[in-house]
């Protein structure tokens, strides 16, 4: 395929591993910031990258409840070190959509009177590179919350507005994924503009590309494709169904929303709670999560106020608190808060479960507590299996 001939929504292709700095150089002279994956302090972390060298080269990922470390490759020699051999990062793109801190306004007064002033806010333009299935899902759930809604978070729908996604479909499952139970994955189905398959063999190392928005036209047709021909269709096919059929985990989604709802007063919610910390930690990793607080800060002569927005979690004792006291005191009440309204109320509030089955939450918990495992332990009491 000629760089210059046009490419439209639909299309596949071929990139060679040689030529993927092209895909990162065209992004960039486009004007977008890359976002993808780095390897820092031990993990894989999302940041803004320059080229190809940026990228976790030959480096995969082990993750299980409570659990996480990096590895090398196997056997890069045999078959070439992957650049998107890990599972998912520790972080979410959440943060760069909707950001751990917003400044909201500013209020200087003095004698005399106070002045508000809204800080302009920059919306940058970001091209995140390497998104996998459930991550595109996670981000379409959190359109519907703080884009498609009622309440509309401005800040959030203007970095929607100008982010592009290239996805890259998953070439393996970690313990902690479940991505299948909750239709979320691991093939890229929707959401992107540009969906990549890497595909290695003892012989090739290329990436199948398909065109999945207008955007994605724009930058496919300045890269060095190829055609795509039926042998790299069938192999980014079968890599996709080999991820399928490893998942780590399952959760039986049938009759959970009820089970949950059904149920606010079972023990087993005393017997986690026991466990967790309620140290947020399943909440931050959490890719739809998107409760935050308004925090008003004064300066030491109380001349100058501001309000900001800050990410919080149902986990916080003060997140429920009115006046008199906390609504959920107990770490059962609010872990059951949190399992519950994911996987049960948000059905009731969006019309569609808040997880996406990344395993996020298993992985990050330092008590290595499982939410496939806490629903399964409730299921099999109620219905004495």
């Known amino acids: 395929m000629h760089p210059k001939r046009p490419v439209h929504i639909g ?6 591993r040689a030529d993927f700095n092209a895909l990162i150089g065209a992004l960039q002279r486009q004007g977008y910031a890359v976002i993808g994956p780095a390897v820092c302090g031990g993990a894989v972390v999302y940041t803004q990258i320059d080229d190809d060298s940026d990228l976790p080269i030959g480096w995969s990922d082990e993750q299980d409840a409570g659990t996480y470390r990096l590895r090398r490759q196997e056997d890069p020699a045999l078959f070439g070190p992957a650049l998107f051999g890990y599972v998912s990062g520790a972080q979410s793109w959440k943060r760069f959509l909707f950001p751990p801190e917003v400044a909201l306004w500013t209020a200087t007064g003095d004698a005399h009177g106070f002045e508000i002033e809204v800080p302009p806010q920059e919306i940058p333009r970001y091209a995140f590179l390497g998104m996998r299935a459930c991550e595109l899902k996670a981000v379409s759930i959190q359109d519907t919350v703080l884009k498609d809604g009622t309440f509309q978070d401005p800040n959030y729908a203007a970095r929607r507005e100008k982010a592009l996604f290239i996805a890259v479909n998953c070439g393996r499952a970690a313990a902690t994924c479940f991505c299948v139970s909750m239709q979320a994955g691991p093939r890229a189905e929707e959401g992107y503009d540009l969906a990549l398959t890497e595909i290695i063999t003892a012989d090739r190392h290329d990436f199948l590309v398909e065109i999945g928005s207008e955007r994605g036209a724009e930058i496919a047709a300045l890269l060095p494709l190829q055609a ?7 192999a980014a096919d079968d890599i996709v169904a080999e991820t399928s059929r490893s998942m780590g985990r399952t959760l039986q989604t ?48 109380g001349h100058v ?9 149902c986990f916080s004792l ?38 996406v089955g990344c395993g996020r939450c298993v992985t990050w918990c330092p008590a290595g507590i499982d939410i496939t495992s806490e629903a399964a332990a409730i299921r099999a009491d109620v219905e004495g299996d």
């Open 254 to 301: 049938q009759g959970l929303k009820a089970l949950l709802q059904d149920n606010p007063e079972h023990p087993h919610w005393d017997e986690v709670a026991s466990r967790c910390l309620s140290c947020a930690n399943c909440t931050l990793v959490c890719p739809t999560c998107f409760c935050r607080t308004p925090v008003d800060i004064t300066d030491l002569g």
């Open 318 to 355: 003060d997140f429920s608190y009115i006046r008199g006291g906390s609504v959920r005191p107990g770490v059962a009440a609010r872990y059951r808060q949190w399992m519950t309204h994911k996987l049960a109320n948000w059905i009731d509030q969006f019309g569609e479960s808040g997880c």
């Open 228 to 234: 795509a021909t039926s042998d790299d269709r069938i």
């Open 11 to 16: 299309d596949q292709a071929r990139l060679a």
């Open 305 to 313: 106020a501001a309000r900001h927005q800050r990410w919080d979690s």
